[in-house]
């Protein structure tokens, strides 16, 4: 067994108005947290929690991860759009064309999210939340697919993408080129030890697969703090 995908943990200026936001987008219900504060909990059986803990440092640089929005027709790519405009949303340049048929946009506290047009063949059946969209190499790709055991979906031209088997969201990594990293990444993966594992024996099968201990300096009480090939930091929780 290899560990599971358990929650997104997204930094926030202030949490309870973020996790507003998305709560909102993305149609999940919102509960305190007794970790983080605020979680909005996963739509469904494949998804995970997206917690919002407090960071009081402003947003510096893009994202190396955002989500990417499904749309089942054009109506209802214009209404997320729509909705997320007015809740303090607002549209996003990183040197779109204006033939581009998807949307991009920036929550409130400017962290970039696209709004995917209708019929694209990538993200059919995923849900919503279609993909987390990151910067990444193909190595750490490959990683990902062996420490989540999700199979990867798309190897070609140094990018890369896995899913679940059981489905739901993806996680895709761009290839090169990458933009230059500024400090610690505001999303990051939580990672649970397996039902029949412990968190000693994961963070040493991670390690095996190209991760490195960190010292993060903050989240769960007992998690530890890991970077991946490329540098991004995640952590594995204690038993659930």
């Not at 990444?185 to 099968?205: I, M, T, Y």
Request: net charge negative; hydrophobic share 35%; charged share 20%.
């Amino acid at each position: 067994m290899t560990c599971q995908l358990f929650a997104l943990s997204f930094d926030a200026n202030q949490p309870l108005s973020l996790a507003r936001f998305w709560s909102e987008i993305l149609g999940r219900e919102m509960v305190d947290d007794p970790h983080e504060g605020v979680t909005l909990l996963p739509g469904d059986a494949t998804g995970f929690r997206i917690r919002f803990p407090a960071n009081p440092e402003p947003k510096t640089g893009r994202n190396w991860m955002h989500f990417d929005l499904t749309s089942a027709s054009p109506a209802g790519q214009q209404r997320t759009v729509a909705r997320s405009l007015a809740r303090g949303g607002a549209h996003f340049d990183v040197g779109q064309g204006p033939d581009e048929d998807h949307v991009v946009l920036a929550d409130p506290e400017g962290n970039e999210f696209c709004v995917i047009e209708p019929g694209n063949r990538f993200l059919a059946g995923c849900g919503l939340l279609g993909a987390l969209s990151c910067d990444g190499s193909q190595e750490v790709g490959y990683f990902w697919s062996a420490a989540l055991g999700w199979p990867l979906v798309w190897d070609q031209d140094q990018e890369t993408a896995i899913q679940s088997p059981a489905g739901g969201t993806k996680i895709s990594w761009g290839g090169p080129p990458f933009q230059a990293k500024t400090g610690r990444n505001r999303l990051r993966l939580e990672l649970a030890p397996p039902a029949d594992g412990d968190q000693r024996s994961e963070v040493d099968r991670l390690i095996s697969l190209g991760a490195t201990r960190i010292d993060t300096g903050q989240g769960d009480v007992g998690a530890v703090g890991m970077a991946d090939p490329d540098g991004n930091e995640f952590c594995v929780l204690t038993p659930r």
